[in-house]
Antibody, heavy 122, light 107 residues
Framework: EVQLVESGGGLVQPGRPLRLSCTAS????????MSWLRQAPGKGLEWVGF??????????DYAASVKGRFTISRDDSKSIAYLQMNSLKTEDTAVYYC?????????????WGQGTLVTVSS | EIVMTQSPATLSVSPGERATLSCRAS??????LAWYQQKPGQAPRLLIY???TWATGIPARFSGSGSGTEFTLTISSLQSEDFAVYYC?????????FGGGTKVEIK
């Protein structure tokens, strides 16, 4: 069974960093691109960024709203994806979801974690 | 950035009735369109990708159609568990973008 479990969320002050982790199981993690998405309270879905599999260079892409502040990385040996968030703003407050891409050229999220809430507030 | 527009924002439907949800893209996304369902307090679930291909385990009462800029998700006979918010998402161009959602509520 495919499982994605996020951790690391919580309350953080504006300007401070936070790192989220996504621990995967039930599939060959290294074969898949992984994405982070977020959902602000009562709002819709926003794609934060994704990281390709090693076979496709392990490169990343980010939404304009987070580019230069957020970094996605992966440790295939541990089946973990990370979202490093720096210079956090109040508008980054959201539930953050880790997701798996359906395929290398199919950037849809076929499995989701349960989400972890990040609250940016002083 | 491709803007995805969903309509209506809210759809009131009786159980057993048919529901038709629309999604429009600001430019062509070919057939690179997915639909998700989200229930309160839960993560979204992938329903359809490639505009019309069912994701694993999705019942046949859900169907998707369209290409280019106009897409439709049809739920042929609404069950109680289908009342939720539905989002479309294009994956033809980065950044990947979602529509604002359609809430399907009980009439």
């Amino acid at each position: 069974e495919v499982q994605l479990v996020e951790s690391g969320g919580g309350l953080v002050q504006p300007g401070r960093p936070l790192r989220l982790s996504c621990t995967a199981s039930g599939f060959t993690f290294g074969d898949y691109a992984m994405s982070w998405l977020r959902q602000a309270p009562g709002k819709g879905l926003e794609w934060v960024g994704f990281i390709r599999s090693r076979a496709y260079g392990g490169t990343t892409d980010y939404a304009a709203s987070v580019k230069g502040r957020f970094t996605i990385s992966r440790d295939d040996s541990k089946s973990i994806a990370y979202l490093q968030m720096n210079s956090l703003k109040t508008e980054d407050t959201a539930v953050y979801y880790c997701t798996r891409h359906h395929g290398p050229h199919i950037a849809v999220a076929d499995y989701w974690g349960q989400g972890t809430l990040v609250t940016v507030s002083s | 950035e491709i803007v995805m527009t969903q309509s209506p924002a809210t759809l009131s439907v009786s159980p057993g009735e048919r529901a038709t949800l629309s999604c429009r893209a600001s430019q062509s996304v070919s057939s690179n369109l997915a639909w998700y369902q989200q229930k309160p307090g839960q993560a979204p679930r992938l329903l359809i990708y490639g505009a019309s291909t069912w994701a694993t385990g999705i019942p046949a009462r859900f169907s998707g159609s369209g290409s280019g800029t106009e897409f439709t998700l049809t739920i042929s006979s609404l069950q109680s568990e289908d009342f939720a918010v539905y989002y479309c998402q294009q994956y033809n161009n980065w950044p990947l973008t979602f529509g604002g959602g359609t809430k399907v509520e009980i009439k």
